[in-house]
């Protein structure tokens, strides 16, 4: 899942990338393995987990959208234990726990 938008009262730009390979479609489940990615748009900056295992999701709701057999609206928090690392440089940033919702589209490759 990808999440993006404008940083408040700033002209940067943020994108997340959440990948859950254990996620169903249709299901709420709980402590999903995932790895995260932060970005910030048009910098360069790129920080992520190294592998599995250090941050985990909670989704809580995929509600089909009507009509849609492959659209949902997802609802879920992400929580890491530790810290991002910097890909290309030596700093690293901590997500304790966001929460999101969006929209899936189990249909895009």
Do not use: H
């Amino acid at each position: 899942m990808r999440f993006a938008g404008a940083v408040e009262e700033s002209d940067r730009r943020i994108a997340i990338i959440i990948g859950i390979p254990g996620l169903r479609r249709g299901t709420a489940d709980r402590e999903l393995n995932s790895n995260v990615t932060l970005l910030e748009e048009g910098s360069g900056m790129f920080f992520s987990t190294s592998s599995l295992g250090s941050c985990w999701t909670d989704v809580t709701a995929q509600d089909r959208l009507d009509g849609s057999t492959d659209k949902y609206v997802i609802t879920g928090t992400v929580y890491c234990v530790s810290p991002l690392a910097e890909v290309n440089g030596d700093s690293s940033l901590s997500i304790p726990e966001l929460g999101f919702t969006g929209l899936l589209d189990w249909s895009a490759k």
